[in-house]
């Protein structure tokens, strides 16, 4: 690239970092790239929006394996059929498609009971995944990731001429639940993998040590001052449990005494321990604590919610710590349609 160039870019970076940016707090419409709220013209205040509502991302699972497995042609009907029934289900239940990168689709649902859309919107994905396109190609299936929250909205692009112009001008999705929405649909619908440790211990004797004044035993507060050692009590009782634990869990409670070299647990006298690699299928629809607890408070008699087809699943998410919810449901109405 030559100097001129360069320098352009380079003054165009300096203009975006030294104008300010707003947004508009009180959008209620999902925007658009023609939405005239939206504005990036050079030496002015940028001007974006905010929206706080779900956002739904969708895309094909073993897409490398699926290219491997099929022919082109076979692909593109695989993939326009996929796309196509994505756009139609957001259009069904109000949603937008603000996003189509190759097979990964992203739907932004109006406020107004977006929790209720978006999660009827990935019923409709997954049931047309799972029980249509599934008979043309037995090994398909999608992952779908929903969460909940304040985005920032603004856009970019350069200015084009011609049929080209459209593909160089875009909407930038800034904020938390994109992120998370898009790093569910990761996992969603894969084989994983977890490695646990079954710790064997002996539990440890409540009465082996008392408060010096006033009888208590530690498990009730060492705070009430200094405790004393029971000498005609063990310090571990013979009963033993097992407990499975993660290798956070279990790295954080595993200790070893500088004096004896014992190795114990903070719950009890170490016994054995080992460890294990547990394989298991992840739900192709997978949720935020935040959209779960959305969905029930507005749509609280949903079968799903009253048939308790839901399940907090097993799901580490970067920059997530709350409880992840999922589930494989399809429409029943999907039994009476001709193949």
């Known amino acids: 690239m030559d100097k001129d160039n360069l320098q352009s870019i380079s003054d165009a970076i300096?203009?975006?970092i030294s104008t300010n940016f707003t947004f508009d707090t009180y959008c209620i419409n999902v925007p658009h790239y023609d939405d005239s709220g939206l504005t990036f013209e050079s030496g002015e205040t940028k001007k974006g929006k905010m929206i706080k509502t779900c956002v739904l991302?969708?895309?094909?699972?073993?897409?490398?394996?699926?290219?491997?497995?099929?022919?082109?042609?076979?692909?593109?009907?695989l993939y326009t059929s996929f796309v196509k029934s994505a756009l139609w289900c957001a259009n069904y239940h109000h949603g937008l498609v603000r996003n189509i990168i190759g097979d990964?689709?992203?739907?932004?649902?109006?406020?107004?009971?977006?929790?209720?859309?978006?999660?009827?919107?990935?019923i409709s994905i997954n049931t047309i995944s799972s029980k249509i396109i599934r008979r043309y190609c037995d090994d398909f299936k999608c992952g779908i990731g929903i969460d909940y929250g304040e985005m920032y909205v603004h856009k970019t692009g350069i200015i084009k001429q011609g049929k080209e112009a459209s593909s160089y001008k875009n909407l930038i999705w800034i904020g938390r639940p994109a992120n998370i929405a898009s790093r569910l649909t990761d996992i969603a619908n894969k084989e994983l993998s977890e490695t646990i440790f079954r710790v064997t211990r002996k539990l440890k004797n409540p009465r082996a040590y008392r408060?010096?004044?006033?009888?208590?035993?530690?498990?009730?507060?060492?705070?009430?001052?200094?405790?004393?050692?029971?000498?005609?009590?063990?310090?571990?009782?013979?009963?033993?449990?097992?407990?499975?634990?993660?290798?956070?869990?279990f790295s954080n409670s595993i200790w070893q005494s500088e004096s004896t070299g014992e190795i114990s647990t903070l719950n009890g006298k170490m016994v054995h321990f080992e460890k294990d690699i547990r394989n298991f299928s992840q739900k192709p629809i997978l949720m935020t604590q935040s959209v779960y607890n959305g969905f029930m408070?507005?749509?609280?008699?949903?079968?799903?919610?009253?048939?308790?087809?839901?399940?907090?699943?097993?799901?580490?998410?970067?920059?997530?710590e709350g409880k992840v919810w999922g589930g494989d449901i399809v429409w029943s109405s999907v039994k009476d349609i001709n193949s």
């Not at 990964?104 to 990935?122: D, G, H, L, Q, S």
């Not at 006033?214 to 009782?237: C, F, I, K």
């Not at 507005?298 to 097993?314: A, D, F, G, L, M």
Request: charge should be negative; proline fraction near 5%; aromatic fraction near 10%.
């Open 14 to 16: 300096k203009d975006i």
């Open 57 to 77: 991302f969708v895309d094909i699972r073993n897409s490398v394996a699926l290219n491997k497995k099929y022919n082109v042609e076979a692909m593109g009907q």
């Open 104 to 122: 990964r689709v992203m739907i932004v649902f109006p406020p107004k009971n977006c929790f209720t859309n978006a999660i009827e919107c990935a």
């Open 211 to 249: 408060h010096k004044d006033q009888g208590y035993t530690y498990l009730l507060s060492s705070l009430l001052g200094p405790l004393e050692r029971v000498h005609n009590e063990p310090l571990y009782l013979d009963k033993e449990e097992t407990v499975e634990m993660s290798i956070e869990e």
């Open 297 to 320: 408070n507005e749509t609280p008699n949903h079968s799903t919610i009253s048939k308790k087809y839901w399940q907090e699943v097993k799901a580490d998410i970067r920059d997530y």
